[in-house]
């Protein structure tokens, strides 16, 4: 490896280079692009998988939501039609008997008509445990979220989300501490969350403690909704299987009743997308490892002309004392070194770009690429392949420039 | 010096094969210098080539101070021809995108030499074939007894114990040949010992003994009176 860091390595290295300035630079343009192609589309696709992961970070998103509709089979002496209820025992014995559950938040909602001073508005009002927090993670502008003595005293206290600050509190007010009405009865709010970018379920305005909203609205045990989130290695489909047949048992509801229960897999829908970005990851795997491929095989290519052009000039170099491995590794060393120039232009102008669209398209809130790049993993796996694909390539001109006799390499014109 | 002892070579031509040298002894002696003559397909070529581990014979003894050349590989071909031979071809052969300091280092740099040891030499051995002057010079930029100059000095450069020239003069005018062989001659006199194949009788008589080679058969063998180059420059 010594003759890597001589300076006559690379003085030959050049030489050979310059003497076909033109030749050299169309040979590294396969390479170039090759991995042009193979930063930008990684990094585009890291992007919209970093925008995809903002839209979702906020969320557990091994999920489902399951609620209550109408029986289509009779169970039991019950006609169909029947309509069906959750309540907090059947989400207490969710978390209870299912395997892998991670949380089982019970939820009310209901719309309610809310004014402050001389400003009003309809909402939608939840009634949410503290867990919420955990599974739907709130960003909290100010103050903070439900807590478990609200819950305990059934306090009169709202969070509400930044939409609502701005249609029910005049600029700079601070919402803390102020008093809102909702249907008529005075909420402290404790709380302001900014709004996510996506909302799972039914867009959610105002948090009120579960139990507060238990009395006002005379809820009883009865609930709205559950969500019900697994433990990261428990497959969500399953669970949701199994929570609505426990569901069915506990409320006499035929096992086969497919439209008893409705419900909303998050974690199956997200499996989805995440599918859909490993494929596209893939494919940019794919489409620029082939480039990468027919780029080199480019130089290749330009290097056995090379060798065949210089056929002379190795006989004579060999006639004066260059042994087969010196040749060959002469070679070798020119493909590799050709190939990751041009890779590192290549990685160097993807780099360009990938800039360009953060400055462009990856600005904002509502950008579908976020802080598209490539890790310095890549880049470096992107080296290594340079380097490999450069030896092998490198391998067939040099046997071929060492393959004729130097008496014949001198013979030739 | 050398050692020559029944040397057979045929090449293979379609079904049939050429018998282009039958037998060749040949000793030379050191401080000799030798002409090899003959018509084209006399083997002189061939001969050279074996002598300068180029090819190979097919039969027969090659012993070049007192190591026997036998069954090489090309690794060790390599390191005897840096090691004992100085080539110097008809038509130069210098590599056109290197300079003639370059150039005449190229064989140090084969040995192995450090850079500023190569470029002292490589000097040196221009200077002694007057063109020092001349060293960031490309080939191109050079005339054709000037190139010559530059490959006799490549040839030089790693201190052989035999030059071997192929027609060193066929590429050049009559004027400039014998400036070329007062030179090659000028390096005899200091002890070098020369083989050089040439069909030209007044070149051939410069040197100090003829080899005549005829059908792959030496015919004559004598040791003439050299003529010296000086007198025509």
Redesign the interface.
């Given at each position: 490896m010594k003759f890597l860091f001589e300076?006559?390595t690379w003085q030959e290295v050049f030489?050979?280079l310059?003497?076909n300035k033109l030749r050299s630079v169309l040979t590294m343009v396969g390479v170039w692009w090759g991995i042009l192609l193979l930063i930008g589309l990684l990094g585009s696709a890291k992007g919209i998988e970093n925008s995809f992961n903002r839209l979702f970070g906020s969320f557990a998103t091994n999920s489902v939501f399951v609620w209550g509709q109408s029986t289509s089979k009779p169970f039991k002496g019950f006609q169909e039609g029947k309509r069906v209820r959750l309540s907090l025992s059947d989400a207490k014995k969710v978390e209870e008997n299912v395997d892998g559950i991670e949380f089982v938040v019970p939820r009310n909602q209901n719309g309610g008509q809310v004014v402050r001073n001389f400003l009003s508005g309809n909402f939608s009002i939840n009634g949410d445990y503290p867990l919420l927090d955990k599974v739907q993670k709130k960003k909290m502008a100010r103050g903070r979220f439900i807590n478990q003595s609200d819950m305990d005293d059934r306090r009169k206290v709202a969070v509400i989300s930044e939409e609502i600050y701005k249609q029910l509190f005049e600029k700079d007010v601070n919402p803390i501490g102020e008093y809102i009405r909702i249907n008529s009865i005075n909420f402290k709010v404790v709380g302001m969350f900014e709004n996510g970018n996506v909302n799972m379920g039914p867009t959610s305005d105002i948090h009120i403690p579960f139990t507060t909203f238990q009395q006002i609205y005379n809820q009883g045990e009865e609930i709205g909704w559950m969500m019900i989130t697994g433990k990261p290695e428990y497959d969500i489909k399953q669970i949701e299987l199994d929570a609505k047949l426990l569901l069915k048992n506990l409320n006499r509801i035929h096992p086969e009743d497919k439209r008893a229960f409705g419900s909303f897999n998050l974690g199956k829908e997200f499996a989805k997308m995440t599918g859909f970005l490993t494929g596209m990851q893939f494919l940019t795997w794919f489409v620029g490892i082939a480039t990468l491929i027919a780029g080199v095989f480019a130089i290749g290519n330009i290097l056995l002309i090379t060798v065949k052009e210089r056929t002379?000039?190795i006989?004579?170099?060999?006639?004066?004392?260059?042994?087969?491995?010196?040749i060959k590794r002469q070679i070798i060393v020119e493909a590799v070194f050709i190939t990751l120039l041009a890779g590192f232009f290549g990685i160097l102008s993807g780099g360009w770009i990938l800039i360009l669209i953060d400055k462009t398209i990856g600005q904002g809130d509502d950008a579908w690429m976020v802080n598209a790049s490539v890790s310095i993993g890549v880049v470096f796996i992107a080296l290594v392949i340079l380097i490999f694909l450069g030896t092998l390539i490198g391998l067939i001109p040099a046997f071929k420039a060492?393959s004729v006799?130097?008496?014949d390499a001198?013979r030739e014109e | 010096m050398l050692k020559i002892k029944k040397l057979h070579k045929s090449y293979p031509i379609g079904d049939s094969s050429l018998h282009v040298l039958k037998g060749i002894d040949l000793s030379v002696e050191s401080g000799e210098m030798v002409a090899i003559m003959g018509s084209s397909g006399s083997g002189k070529s061939t001969l050279l080539?074996i002598i300068?581990m180029?090819?190979e014979a097919d039969e027969g003894e090659y012993i070049l101070d007192n190591v026997p050349i036998k069954n090489l590989t090309?690794?060790k071909a390599?390191?005897y021809?840096?090691?004992f031979l100085g080539?110097i071809?008809q038509s130069f052969?210098l590599?056109n995108?290197?300079n003639a300091l370059d150039n005449v280092a190229?064989?140090l740099?084969?040995?192995g030499l450090k850079?500023k040891e190569r470029i002292e030499k490589g000097l040196f051995h221009l200077e002694k074939v007057g063109l020092r002057d001349w060293a960031t010079h490309l080939p191109n930029e050079l005339s054709g007894g000037q190139k010559q100059r530059v490959a006799i000095a490549?040839a030089l450069a790693?201190n052989p114990k035999l030059l071997l020239a192929d027609e060193p003069t066929g590429a050049l005018d009559t004027k400039t040949s014998y400036e070329i062989m007062e030179f090659i001659q000028s390096l005899n006199d200091e002890g070098k010992t020369i083989l050089m194949v040439t069909h030209e009788e007044d070149i051939a008589n410069m040197c100090k003994r003829i080899v005549r080679l005829k059908d792959g058969v030496i015919m004559e063998d004598s040791f003439v009176e050299q003529v010296r180059a000086e007198q025509y420059v």
């Open positions: 300076r006559d030489d050979s310059n003497k002379k000039e006989g004579v170099r060999r006639a004066i004392g260059a042994t087969p491995f010196e060492t006799k130097p008496i001198l | 080539n300068g180029l090819d090309e690794k390599a390191i021809r840096n090691k080539f071809f052969n590599i995108y290197k190229l064989p740099y084969y040995q850079r490549r790693a």
